[in-house]
């Protein structure tokens, strides 16, 4: 069996080195700002095992005795693709689309990079068996890999070594015999201080004299040097669960990680000094391509859950039966449909990994374009749900107590409720609605739709290399060789007689 979430939580219990409000967490089990998102992540390791989701979350590699998770393993068929596609919904269900990093997401990664390990054989340094090792090492521990890929904003018009100071990049800085030390920094480590291991690189192409920046490696949260400065925590803002459902129990955390002469042992070095391999093994194996697999399809259930909230507060509100309310929801739940199509339509056009690996991802094209439509719409469904919920989003006591106090109870009983839901289901409903559209919670997982993939200037480009460009401009210019410039013969000139024959 796979570990239980009991064993993922004293997994966490390593000294790990997180920070937050100037003050360092002893135990993110325990901490109010993580303790609650910690147990929403071991609930999902002890799905894994519960007999009810074990065969959709797990399954056991060819040769081997023990399951593993089912994000880890390649798939090589559509029918994989489809059942990995089964285990991403079955745990985004159990966050309704709020854990954007769970395990699940960057173990696709990895899945990745073994589909295509040959991008890791550098001119100077080969990374493929250190490779097999971390996928091994990840797989069979049933480890939670979290990420920083992206450098800190510093200046965006210069490269790593250009940088008004050194080291503000994650850089090597020292060569030993045994491993290298870096250091500097990297953003945003989503969900990364509930991780086993994070894995550090760049996704972005790096210039030729950028080379100290070129490398990728993976190392315990624990290993010494290693800093993560947590953004404000909207778990420890939270009152209770039922004034804040969502933020209370599914804030990931987003974390700067400061790299202070960290060592890093060789055999956990992915690539090094080599800008084609760093960049390479993000976009040219099906890494990324499986991160999608993973987000589109909790996108999916995320605005499947936003749709249901629009239906419940229309009925609760009792306008779900006005034709303009009818027009919200059927907007609602056309961009819920358009979600989940590009799921099923990425994977019903699959592609085969080049290779003799046998591996399959889904279609580019289509994944290349639900980062752009997943940005673009998720602002508007928060908007249209908006637009119906009206005041009753605010009108709210500040917390559930005002319903049992003996003074203020009744006046809430009466006042703060819609016919046929009362007081008590209102008030339940309505703070679920804020904490998904209008608390701080609910701002920050807009822009995270908006930037987790990448930023636009990145992404949009990246539709176009992977739309087949060619082809649709041969197909345009096949209407245009349909026909050429009129003459008098075929054209009428007013007034001049003729007949008109239009185009050839
Ligand atoms: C909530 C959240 C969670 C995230 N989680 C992770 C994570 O777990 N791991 C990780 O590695 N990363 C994570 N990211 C980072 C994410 O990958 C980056 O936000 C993304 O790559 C864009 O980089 P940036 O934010 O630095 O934006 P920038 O690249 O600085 O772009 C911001 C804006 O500046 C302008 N701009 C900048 N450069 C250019 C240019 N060359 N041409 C045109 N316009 C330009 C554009 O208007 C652009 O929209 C997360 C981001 C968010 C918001």
Redesign the pocket.
Known sequence: MTRSGQEYLESLRDGRSVWLDGEQVKDVTEHPAFRNTARSVARLYDMARDPGWRDVLTVTPEGQQRPVLRAYHVPRTQAELIERRKAFKTWSEASFGFLG?SPDYMAAGIAGFVSSPDIFAGADFDGRDNLAAYHRRMSEGDLYP?????NP?ID?TRAGSEQEQDDLFVRVVKERDDGIIVRGA???????VFGDEIIVGT?EPLPRQDIEYALTFSVPLSTPGLKFISRTSYEAQARSVFDNPLSSRFDEN?ALLVCDDVFVPWERVLTYRDTDTTFGMWWLTPAYNNFVHQAATRFWTKLEFLAGLAILIARSNNTYQLPPVQMQLGRIMGWLSIAKSMVLAAEAEYERVPGENGAVHLNRAIASAHRAMAGDIYPKVLAELKLLAGGGLIQLPASGFDLTHPELGPLVAKYVRSTGTPAEQRIKLMKLAWDALGSEFAS?HE??ER????????YLPGIVRDGDPDHLAAFTQSCLDGYGLDTHENFPVPGAGGEHHGGS
């Not at 979290?146 to 992206?150: D, K, L, N, P």
């Not at 930037?451 to 990145?458: E, S």
């Open positions: 990093r979290a990420f920083t890929i992206t904003q965006r990297k953003m945003i480590g989503t969900g990364a996704i987003d920050r822009q995270y930037f987790y993939h990448g930023a636009p200037h990145v």
